[in-house]
C-alpha cells in the first residue's frame, strides 16, 4: 500500500495563530488540493494526521469540525482527489495525551488502522512536532515551507528531512521518485 501521512492546518490549508474553527475559516493553500488529487491517480492513499487543541480548549465542537473536513472533501472531489481518513488529537496541550504531535500516538493509530508498517512511509508537515511525531514513528519526514514553516525552516528537524516550497513540490518529489526509468538492453 502506498500511503502518505500529511499535516492539515499550514499544510493543506491555511494556518491561524487563532485556529480555524469553522468551515468558512477553512481555505486550500493554493495548489494543495490539487497535489493531493495527484497523489491519488498515482496510486497513493492520502491521510492526515492534525492537532486540534481548539476542541480540548472549547473554541469549537466536533460538529463544527466535522463540517470543515467536509468542505475539504467536497473541495478535494471537486479536483479529483480524496484524502482516506482524518486522524485528530482533541486533546489541548495541558492533557499529556500520546497522540499530541510531537508524540507518535496518532501516527500509530494510522499505521494500526490501515495495518502497515510505518518505516519509510513519507509524512509532509509545516512545523517542527509534524516532523518530530512522524519520524518517531518511522516515518520518512518531509517539510513544507507554508504555515509555520513559511520564513523557513525550524531548527532540529529529524536527521534525513527534505524540504519542499509547499505541498505541491513534495508532490511533485514523491511521484517524480516513483518513477524509475527501464533499463535497455543493447
Known amino acids: ?17 487563532e485556529f480555524v474553527k469553522t468551515p468558512d475559516e477553512w481555505l486550500p493553500l493554493p495548489g494543495s488540493l490539487e497535489a493531493i488529487a495527484r497523489l491519488n491517480h498515482a496510486g497513493w492513499h492520502v491521510v ?37 481518513a482524518v486522524f485528530y488529537c482533541p486533546h489541548s496541550p495541558e492533557e499529556s495525551c500520546n497522540c499530541r504531535k ?8 494510522i499505521g494500526a488502522r490501515f495495518g502497515v508498517p510505518l518505516k519509510g512511509v513519507p509524512t509532509a508537515g509545516d512545523s517542527l512536532r509534524d516532523l518530530q511525531a512522524g519520524a518517531a514513528a518511522g516515518c520518512e519526514p518531509h517539510l513544507v515551507l507554508t504555515g509555520k514553516s513559511a520564513n523557513g525552516p525550524p531548527e532540529g ?7 519542499h516550497t509547499d505541498l505541491t513540490a513534495f508532490a511533485d518529489f514523491i511521484l517524480q521518485r516513483a518513477v524509475r526509468p527501464l533499463a535497455v538492453a543493447i
Do not use: Y
Open 48 to 84: 492526515i494526521a492534525s492537532n486540534q487543541s481548539g476542541l480540548g480548549r472549547g473554541l469549537f465542537d466536533v460538529a463544527s469540525l466535522n463540517a470543515m473536513h467536509a468542505k475539504m472533501h467536497k473541495m478535494l472531489a471537486a479536483v479529483g482527489g480524496r484524502v482516506d
Open 157 to 163: 528537524l529529524p536527521a534525513g528531512t527534505t524540504v
Open 102 to 109: 510531537p508524540l507518535p500516538g496518532l501516527f500509530e493509530q
Open 1 to 17: 500500500m502506498k500511503l502518505v501521512i500529511l499535516d492539515r492546518d499550514g499544510t493543506i490549508n491555511s494556518d491561524s495563530d
